[in-house]
């Protein structure tokens, strides 16, 4: 499957970037040079350099605050993967949980499941978060509870859609023969066969999940202010865009790239465990 997906355009430089990402997370103690929260005003909107007037290297300069760019921007991206990769396993479990009940179940355990998916649809989830996080405060996790409970919609759609055509199977049939009981049957039988189409909107969703996490950290929504984020550092550059760019465009790039690379990985994915699917 890795050789499949290395196959599709464009894959191999997005793995790359993503790569290059986990590593800043993962090791971002090791990597920042210097403190993310760490102010100091006499260097304040100092442009990109090799050298500084405190004997300390800012290869992205700083901010408002004398902050160094390059270590909030390491920083930052432990919490977008940390809230992308969360909410895709909150909102993957329940979407899927419910999407093989109702398709397996059928009669009105599926119309009910399936209206509750019609009502969530109703309420942009952007909005939704919005509301929530407002009444209930900021904090990474009811960010990422709020963003789980919100996206489960598409695992439950796709998930259904498939144990439709998969509880008429052979297979599926024989095993309710012998007398395998229905949880049995969802857990050992189903679930292996919608794993692949899941994993491909799981892939989706971290990605939006990034962008909507950014989204409430820019409007002062998201997490602490005391924690990086790139949302929060795209709020703290809007002011300078005309006269300290480096403070928004930063951030702003690592998110583009971070986004699309999680998107493109995800089309690769659907085209390599799509049988149907032509290389490209």
């Known amino acids: 499957m890795i050789r499949k997906v290395l196959r599709v355009r464009l894959a191999a430089p997005a793995l790359a970037v993503l790569a290059l990402v986990v590593l ?41 605050l004398g902050r160094d760019v390059l270590s909030r921007l390491i920083y930052g991206s432990r919490v977008s993967l940390f809230v992308g990769l969360a909410v895709a396993l909150i909102s993957g479990t329940i979407g899927a949980v419910i999407g093989i009940v109702a398709g397996f179940r059928r009669g009105w355990v599926d ?5 509750l998916a019609d009502v969530q649809l109703a309420f942009p989830s952007i909005l939704l978060a919005l509301a929530v996080v407002a009444f209930l405060g900021n904090g990474l996790w009811v960010v990422i509870i709020v963003l789980g409970v919100t996206n489960w919609v598409g695992y439950a759609r796709v998930a259904r859609s498939s144990v439709l055509s998969l509880r008429e199977r052979d297979f599926v049939l024989e095993a309710r023969a012998i007398g395998v009981g229905p949880i049995m049957i969802m857990r050992r039988h189903l679930l292996p ?5 899941l994993m491909t909107i799981a892939t989706l969703n971290v990605a939006s999940a990034i962008i909507v996490e950014s989204a409430l950290s820019f409007l002062g929504l998201g997490v602490p202010a005391d924690i990086p984020t790139w949302g929060s550092m795209l709020a703290d550059g809007q002011l300078y865009l005309g006269t300290s760019w480096w403070v928004a465009v930063f951030p702003g790039l690592a998110l583009m790239l971070t986004a699309l690379s999680i998107n493109i990985t995800g089309d690769a994915i659907r085209d390599a465990t799509d049988p149907k699917g032509q290389r490209r």
Do not use: E, K, Y
């Open 111 to 115: 119309r009910v499941l399936m209206r």
């Open 24 to 64: 800043c997370a993962v090791f971002a103690p090791l990597i920042a040079p210097n403190d993310p929260n760490g102010q100091d005003l006499l260097i304040r909107l100092q442009p990109p350099s090799w050298h500084a007037a405190d004997g300390r290297v800012h290869l992205l300069g700083t901010d408002n």
């Open 193 to 197: 066969n919608v794993f692949a189409p």
